[in-house]
């Protein structure tokens, strides 16, 4: 079966540090990859999304990137963290688009002080 | 740009009331519709999901939903809820066969015993 892991689960940074969160699915080949911010009360928000290795969509103009160094693995980064980078980050994977369902990690709390 | 709209952001209701939890979507064309549950602490997951056929769709626990094309709604409902359905629910997006999720703010909802 298919799992999705992430790690680190929670990480405290301070203001202009680098950061690398990290996401690997077990059990699968070209999956498409998924990176989502957690807000309170404002739902899930897209940042960047991958169909293949190497291959980045960005959705949202902002302080993170992201990288794909292998089929599953999925990297989100940043140079120099800011305050309000600080929320709840998850990837996903799935095996299409359209209806078929995207299945979640368990996130990465970033606290940046 | 597409959007989801989810009107009640917390919800509190004793066991054995019925739920019905609102999500309307902006975009004209073909979409593919979703409810995601977030039980405490664990991974968020696929509650049921809309692609086509039957716009009454029956999903996990107990839980159904109702396309409704003219009112461009997707609205969440349960009979009778019981305590371990406390959770935040959300509504997502998948509009034109794409590979992106637009999600809703969430609910949370909370059953007193």
């Known amino acids: 079966s298919q799992t999705i892991h992430q790690w680190p689960a929670t990480l405290v940074q301070p203001v202009g540090s680098p950061l690398s969160l990290e996401c690997t699915v077990e059990?699968?080949?070209?999956?498409?990859l998924y990176w989502y911010r957690q807000a309170a009360g404002r739902g899930l928000q897209l940042l960047f999304y991958?169909?293949?290795?190497?291959?980045i969509s960005s959705e949202v103009p902002q302080n993170l990137s992201a990288s794909r160094p292998q089929d599953r693995q999925f990297i989100l980064s940043s140079k120099k963290l800011l305050l309000s980078d600080s929320g709840f980050y998850l990837c996903?994977?799935?095996?299409?688009?359209?209806?078929?369902?995207?299945?979640f990690g368990p996130g990465t709390r970033l606290t940046v002080l | 740009a597409q959007s989801v709209s989810q009107h009640n952001h917390h919800v509190i209701l004793s066991e054995a009331a019925s739920l019905e939890l609102g999500c309307n979507y902006s975009?004209?064309?073909?979409?593919?519709l979703f409810w995601y549950v977030q039980y405490p602490g664990q991974h968020l997951q696929l509650l049921l999901k809309?692609?086509?056929?039957?716009?009454l769709v029956k999903g996990i626990k107990g839980f159904e939903a109702e396309f409704i094309k003219s009112k461009f709604s997707f609205n969440l409902r349960k009979p009778s809820v019981q305590w371990s359905d406390t959770a935040e629910y959300f509504c997502?997006?998948?509009?034109?066969?794409?590979?992106?999720?637009?999600f809703g703010s969430g609910t949370r909802l909370l059953v007193r015993p």
């Open positions: 997502a997006v998948n509009a034109g066969s794409s590979y992106k999720l637009i």
């Open positions: 991958s169909v293949g290795i190497g291959q």
């Open positions: 975009y004209g064309g073909t979409v593919n």
């Open positions: 809309y692609f086509s056929g039957d716009p």
């Open positions: 996903a994977w799935n095996l299409g688009r359209g209806a078929h369902e995207q299945f």
């Open positions: 059990g699968t080949s070209n999956p498409n």
